[in-house]
């Protein structure tokens, strides 16, 4: 019998309306709380990373595991999280969307360093110019009315 394929996958999501809610102490709790959901649903956070206002995740799911509902899921419990157990007193979510990006075995390196170097990275660019960047670089379909909603559209 064959060995399942390793699947893996780089998850961006952001702070609705571009809020710059992840300070330092609250990015290592998230983090850590954000790779206990992960393994809890069977996917193998292998780098979480981020800045201020969004957060990378790369992972490693198995076949039958949907990326799209692990992401709605591991954002909605993170929101939960952030606001019960960080006093945001329910002030705090996610955009509404996110970016889910398929990543070759061959790139897991680089992605890992672009994810672990998001700080830096973020001196000199904006989210959305990186996140642009991103779907430029993945080839992605999107529609630009749609993308950074909440920012565009309160």
């Known amino acids: ?29 998230l983090h850590a709380y954000l790779a206990n959901q992960l393994q809890g649903k069977h ?17 490693e799911c198995g076949p039958t595991l949907a990326v799209d509902d692990l ?9 939960r999280w952030m606001n019960e157990q960080l006093s945001f007193n329910r002030g705090f979510s996610w955009q509404l969307g996110f970016g889910v990006f ?7 390196q680089a992605t890992t ?18 996140y642009l960047q991103m779907l430029k670089r993945h080839h992605a379909v999107y529609r630009p009315e749609y993308l950074f909603e909440d920012e565009l559209h309160g």
Do not use: C, W
Request: proline share 5%; net charge positive.
């Open 1 to 29: 019998m064959g060995k399942s394929p390793r699947l893996f996958y780089h998850l961006v999501f952001a702070v609705r309306h571009g809020q710059r809610a992840i300070s330092s102490p609250v990015e290592q709790r």
């Open 43 to 59: 996917a193998a956070p292998l780098q979480i990373g981020g800045a201020p206002d969004h957060v990378h995740l790369l992972v």
């Open 71 to 79: 992401t709605r899921v591991i954002k909605a419990s993170s929101a």
């Open 102 to 108: 398929r990543v070759n075995e061959a790139d897991l």
């Open 113 to 130: 360093d672009n994810i672990t170097n998001q700080a830096s990275l973020h001196r000199r660019m904006t989210f959305q110019d990186v």
